[in-house]
C-alpha cells in the first residue's frame, strides 16, 4: 500500500446535458411549429431543384438544434473531475482548455443540491467551494451525480479534508488522533468508487476498493462517526436541531419582509375594488373572469414568493459533527451543505421588521463561496425565540457566543444628534439650492421673481407639508438607525445595526483583515469615529460597517485586534 | 516604532495632483458657463466665480494640511497609516493577513521622486502613497522577508 496512489475521475451525469439544453429547444421547437409556412416553402424550393435554399429553409433550426446539441455533449464528455493527491482537479478540454486545481485543505463549504428535475432522473449536485476570494461570490467546482454517488463523493472529501488537518498536525497525529484505530488499518474510500472509475452513465460498483490517501501508507480508517454519515437518506442520521412544521411556518411568515406584507394588503384592497367594478360595470361575465384572474395572477407573485420561501426550509434540520456543521432543507429543491467550523469567520443574527416584533431571528454564518440567497451567509438556525437560539447555537455553535442584548453598548447621544444635524443641513442646501435654481430659470425666461413665485397658495403649502413629512421620515430613519446600533468587546466583537430589520455580527478579532477608521470635521469636534473592518467573505458580505461610536470604542477595538497578532 | 512623516517632496506631488484636477474642473465649468452665457443667463458668472476661488482655495491648500496630517508606521507586527484632509482615515493591517505587497509609481510620483505601496489582504487593499522610492523598496522587502517568516512558522506549527 505505501506509495499507492487513487485516481477517481468522474464526468457529470449525462442528464445535465438535458437540463442545461432543453431551455434552447424548447426555444427552437416553438420557432419550428410558429413558422409552418416556411417549412412548405422549404419544400417548394427543394421540388424546384432549390437545394441550399430549400435544406437551409427546412433545416436551418434542426441543423442549429444539432449543433447545440451535438456541441453541449462533446463539452460534457471532455469536462472532468478528479480527486488525486489531496487535490480537486476540474478539468475541460474544449475550445478554451481549462485546468482548476483545488487543495481539498482550501475546500470551505460542501453542499449538495437537488432540483425537481434532478429529483426526477435520481441525480443530485454536489458543489465545492473555496476560500478564495476572486471566486466568493460564485460555486467553484459543480459537478452532477447520482445520487448516491453524490453522497459518497462529499463523504469521500470530508474524509480527505480530514486526513489533511490530522496530517497537518504531525506524522504522528496521523495514528494517535484517528479515534481507536490500529496502524495499517485499511483505508476504505467512502462509498465505492472503484479505481480509475470514470463515471458516465454508469453504476458505480457498491464494493469499496482498497485506497491509500495521497501516497501515504494506508493507516487510517474510517471514523465511526463518519460511518453514520454515509447514509444516503437523512431519515437514519440523528440531526441535533429538526424544526416542525409549525416552526416552520412560523419562520416563513416571520421573515418575510414587511414590503411584502404591505404590498400583499395593497394589492388585495386593489383586487376587491377591480372585481367590486368589474361586477358593476361588465356585462360580460368572461370579462370579469379576466379581471379576477389577471388580479390573483398580481397576488400569485407575492403568495409563490412566500410559499417559496417556506418551501426552501421545509424539513430544514441541522446537526454538529466534530468541526463541521451539516444541514439540510427543502422540498422542491432540496439542499444539503456543509461548512467546516473553522473556516466561519462570523456569526449574524438577522431580525426582520416583523421578526423584531415577535421577538424572533434566524441565525446564517459568514464564510466565503455560496451563490444566490446564500451569498451573504448560510443559514444554520431558522427564526426563534431568543432563548432558543442561544440554547441551540450552544449545540450547533459554541465557539460563538451570542450576546445577551443587554451587553450591546449603545452609542452616545451626540452620534444621533450629529446624524439629524447632517439631515437638517442637508435640506438646507437642497432648499437654497432650489432658490437659486428659481432664480436662474427666470433668468433663462426672462421673468421677474415676483412672476415667478407667483404660485397658487395651496401649492406652495403642499410643497412645504411634503418636504416637512420627507424630513420627519429622515429623521425617523435616522432614529431608527440609531436606536438598532450597539457595539460589545469581549473575547468577540459583536455590532448591532439596521433600521426596520437588524442584523447582530459576532466575530472573532482573529477574523479581521484590517481596520479602516475615519473621522470627519463634525465627527472630530463631537469626539467620534466611524469605520468598517474587512472579513474573508463573498462581496457582499466582505465589508462590515462599524458604524459611528465615541473614538475610545475605536482604540479599544484596534488594541484588541492587534493582541491577535 | 514611532510614526513617520512623508518626505517634503509629498507637497509638490500633491500639489500637482491637486492643480491638475482643479484645472480639469475649472475646464469642465467653464464649459458649462459658456454654454448657458448663450441663453443670457446673468446670475450663473458669479456662482461660477464662487466654485472657481472655491476650489483653487481648496487644492492650494490641501495638500500643505494633508503633509502635516499623514503619517505612517512599517512595525514588525502591523501597518498603520493616518491622513486625510476634511476626512481623516486611519487605516491598521497586520502583517500576517498580507497576501501581496505591490510597489507603484505613476508619472507625476517618478517626477518627484516617490512611489506608493499597496498591500492586499484577503480583505482588500491598502495604499501608502508618497514615499520615497528607496525607502519603499526596503519597506517592501521587509514587509517580504516578514510575510515568509509568517508562512514558515505557521507551517511549522
Known sequence: MEGQEEIIKMRNHITSVIEETWGIVLVLICIVLGNGDSFELGLELLRTGNIIEGFLAVGGISILLLIICLWRINRWYRTTLTLKEGNVIYERRTLNRYVNNIAVANISNINLEQNIFERIVGTCKVKLDTNSLSTANQTDLQIVLKKRDAERVKQLLLQMIRENEVTEQGENGLYETAEGLAENQVYRAAGGLAENQVHGAAEIPAEAPVHAAAGRSSSVGLNPLLENHLALDDDRVDFDIVYSTKDIVKNCLVTTYISMWILAAVVCVGIVLMIVEALIEEDNIWDVIGVILFQIMLEGTWLTTLVKRGLQDFKFRARRDGDKIYVSCGLLKKKKYTVPVDKINAVTVEYTFLGRLCKRGYVKVINVGGEGEDVDGMKILLADSYGELERKMKVLLPEFDLPEPSMLKKPPLRVLWLSLGKLALLFAIVIGGMFLGISAGGAIFDLTMEELTDIPANTLLYCCFGGLVLFLVLAGICLLHYLSAGIYQGDNLMLSRGILKKKILTINYQRIQYIHISQGLAERMAGLSRGYFTILASAMSQTQDIGCFGGEEFEEMAERFRQTY | ?157
Open chain 2, 1 to 157: 516604532m514611532d510614526y513617520q512623516k512623508l518626505s517634503r517632496k509629498a507637497i509638490g506631488c500633491m500639489l500637482v495632483n491637486e492643480i491638475l484636477l482643479s484645472v480639469v474642473l475649472t475646464g469642465v465649468l467653464a464649459g458649462a458657463v459658456f454654454g448657458l452665457d448663450k441663453i443670457e443667463v446673468k446670475i450663473m458668472p458669479v456662482i461660477f466665480w464662487l466654485i472657481l476661488a472655491f476650489v483653487w482655495c481648496v487644492s492650494l491648500a490641501a495638500p500643505f494640511v494633508r503633509y502635516e496630517r499623514y503619517r505612517y508606521r512599517f512595525s514588525e507586527e502591523d501597518i498603520s497609516v493616518r491622513e486625510g484632509f476634511l476626512w481623516i482615515h486611519r487605516d491598521i493591517v497586520p502583517i500576517e493577513r498580507l497576501h501581496k505587497v505591490a510597489l507603484e509609481s505613476g508619472p507625476i510620483d517618478r517626477i518627484f521622486g516617490l512611489s506608493k505601496v499597496i498591500v492586499t489582504t484577503a480583505g482588500g487593499d491598502v495604499t501608502i502613497r508618497f514615499i520615497e522610492l528607496p525607502v519603499a523598496e526596503q519597506i517592501v522587502d521587509r514587509l517580504k522577508k516578514r510575510i515568509n517568516q509568517y508562512a514558515v512558522s505557521k507551517r511549522e506549527g
